[in-house]
């Protein structure tokens, strides 16, 4: 069962791949497609989110 931690309004782009980097902060990276390279990440926003031992952490559609 999951628990929401953080609401975000996020608005996702095709060709992108949305995550929580190691500082708890929401990213994207351009996806690598058909031999092009992906991208470097980019934070899109702070969250500041405090990972505790145990659990997975992912975005949801909402």
Not at 24 to 44: E, F, H, Y
């Amino acid at each position: 069962m999951a628990e929401k931690v953080l609401k975000v309004g996020l608005k996702r782009e095709k060709g992108y791949l949305y995550y929580i980097d190691k500082k708890g902060n929401l990213a994207r990276a351009k996806m690598a497609r058909g031999g092009k390279k992906g991208g470097s990440p980019k934070v899109l926003e702070k969250t500041g989110i405090k990972r505790a031992k145990g659990y997975l952490y992912f975005i949801d559609k909402n």
